[in-house]
C-alpha cells in the first residue's frame, strides 16, 4: 500500500514512524503547505513535496493520511482531497463531526473514493469501546476519564497569558471519583468531581505569579469549572520533565443483567500513552488499510470507526487470525 502524509507536524511525523513498522506499507510522499526545502523528515529519500503536488500523484498514492489540526485544516482538507484520494483524518472536534461527516461522503461518493474520519483514541478507540459496551450492555451507564496527560488547547490558553513564556497544562482523573465508578456505584459526577487540572509555568522575569495564577484559575470555559493547581518552574525544568506529549485515559461502561439487573458488569477500556501523536498516528494506519481494502471491493463515501469491519484493520489474513486471535 502507497501512502501520502499531508502536513507534517506531531501527528505527520507519528505516522512516519507507524508506517515503519507495517511491512505492507510505503511512504511516497510527504506534502505541506510551507517551503518543502524547511522540513526535515526522518526518512531518507522520501520527498517532501509542496501541496499542490499532491493532486498530480493521483496514481502513486493509495491512501493519503491527513495530518493537519481539527479546528481549521481538516474541515478544509479532507473534502477537498477525498475528491482525488482515499483519505484518513483524526477530526476531534466532537460537536462538529455530522457536518465533517457530511462533507466529506458527498467528495468521497462523487469520486469513487472512501474517506474515515476521525480515527485515533478518542474519537476514535474510546468511541468504539462506548459503541460495543452499549450494544453489549444497553441497561448502563457511560464513564470516559482523560488523563493523566497533556492537553494541547489547555497548555495553548495559559501560554496566551500575559506574563507567560511556556506552560503545559495536564488533565487528571479524580482517583475517588474513578474508584466509585470502578466498584458499580454509578455516581452522578459533575465536571469538578471528574478531573483536575494541574498547570506548569515559565514566567517571564517579574511578572506578577499570583495575577498569572488567579488568571488560569478563573479562565471560563478552560480551568473555572475544575480545581486547578499551578506551580511555576524554570526553563530547564520544563525542557527536562515536561518535554513529551504523553495521554491517555478509560472508558467505562458499567451495566446490569438479570430478572431484576441483580448482576453488575463493569467493561473497561484503558489507554497510557507515552506519546499521544504517535499512538494516534498508528490508529489511523491500520485505518488506512481498510480504507484501501474497502475501495478495492468498490466501497465509497465517508466512514467513521463504526462503519469497518474489524478484521479489514489488520495485516493478517482471516485464515490466521482465526487460529491466532480469536
Ligand atoms: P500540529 O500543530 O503539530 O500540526 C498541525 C499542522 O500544522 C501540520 O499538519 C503542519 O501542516 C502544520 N505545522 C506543524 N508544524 C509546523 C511548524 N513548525 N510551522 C508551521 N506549521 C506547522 O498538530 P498535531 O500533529 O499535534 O495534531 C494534528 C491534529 O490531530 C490535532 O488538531 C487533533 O485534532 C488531531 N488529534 C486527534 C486525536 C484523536 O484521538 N482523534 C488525538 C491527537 C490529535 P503543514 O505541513 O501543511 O504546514
Known sequence: MRIGIL?????????????????????????TRRNPETVQILTPGVPVLSINEAEKMQ???????????????LPVQT????????????????????????????????????????????????????????????????????????????????????????ARQYTIPVPE?????????????????KHTRECFVVAEEGADLARIENEIKTMPNYFSDYDTTVHFISEEEMKQNHSGIPHG???????????????????????????N?????????????????????GQTGCKTVFDVPPAYLSAASGEELRKNLL
Open 7 to 31: 502536513g507534517y507536524g506531531n501527528l505527520g511525523r507519528g505516522v512516519e514512524c507507524a508506517v515503519k513498522q507495517n511491512p505492507d506499507m510505503e511512504l511516497v510522499a510527504v506534502f
Open 277 to 297: 501523536p504517535e499512538f494516534t498516528a498508528s490508529v489511523i494506519v491500520a485505518y488506512a488499510r481498510a480504507a484501501f481494502r474497502m475501495n478495492q471491493e
Open 177 to 193: 471519583a474513578l474508584e466509585a465508578v470502578r466498584n458499580g456505584q454509578n455516581p452522578v459526577l459533575s465536571t469538578r468531581q
Open 79 to 166: 473534502p477537498a482531497f477525498a475528491k482525488y484520494f482515499n483519505v484518513v483524518d483524526s477530526f476531534d472536534t466532537h460537536a462538529k463531526i455530522p457536518e465533517h461527516f457530511a462533507a466529506v461522503d458527498t467528495a468521497a461518493k462523487a469520486a469513487g473514493k472512501i474517506g474515515i474520519i476521525s480515527v485515533g483514541w478518542d474519537p476514535g478507540m474510546f468511541s468504539l469501546n462506548r459503541m460495543y459496551a452499549n450494544a453489549i450492555l444497553p441497561d448502563g451507564c457511560d464513564y470516559t476519564f482523560w488523563g493523566k496527560g497533556v492537553s494541547q488547547g489547555h497548555s495553548d490558553a495559559v501560554r496566551r497569558i500575559a506574563g507567560v513564556k511556556d
Open 249 to 275: 485515559g478509560m472508558v467505562i461502561r458499567s451495566g446490569k443483567t438479570g430478572t431484576q439487573g441483580e448482576n453488575q458488569h463493569i467493561i473497561e477500556y484503558s489507554l497510557k500513552l507515552d506519546s
Open 59 to 73: 496514481d502513486q498514492i493509495d491512501v493519503l493520511i491527513l495530518c493537519g489540526g481539527s479546528a481549521t485544516d
